[in-house]
Nanobody, 125 residues
Framework: QVQLVESGGGLVQAGGSLRLSCAAS????????MGWFRQAPGKEREFVTA????????YYADSVKGRFTISRDYAKNTMYLQMNSLKPEDAAVYYC??????????????????WGQGTQVTVSS
């Protein structure tokens, strides 16, 4: 059973930084992709970024490119999202997700089979 557990959310001022973590367990993920999504109140869940577990290739939404960095620790089965230069519009519940397919550019939430419980990120202006 695949389990994803996020941590690291919180309150930060605009311009500040946060690092989210997602601990994955339940199987080996060598051929999988993992990603981060976010959902603000009243809005649909949107893609943020994804990473290929095997080779570390990444893909970002335009809205976060240059500010957010996704990475993974292969040995620890943990994924990270470093968020810098945070803006009020980045505030949302952030979810990590996993998919057994490795199509980084397919950004629909429906492409992902497993989800964490979410962690709240609040950005004050």
């Amino acid at each position: 059973q695949v389990q994803l557990v996020e941590s690291g959310g919180g309150l930060v001022q605009a311009g500040g930084s946060l690092r989210l973590s997602c601990a994955a367990s339940g199987r080996t993920f060598s051929t999988w992709r993992m990603g981060w999504f976010r959902q603000a109140p009243g809005k649909e869940r949107e893609f943020v970024t994804a990473i290929s577990w095997s080779n570390g290739n990444t893909y970002y939404a335009d809205s976060v490119k240059g500010r957010f960095t996704i990475s993974r620790d292969y040995a620890k089965n943990t994924m990270y999202l470093q968020m810098n230069s945070l803006k009020p519009e980045d505030a949302a519940v952030y979810y990590c997700a996993a998919s057994p397919t490795n199509y980084l550019y397919r950004v629909s939430a429906a492409e992902y089979d497993y989800w964490g419980q979410g962690t709240q990120v609040t950005v004050s202006s």
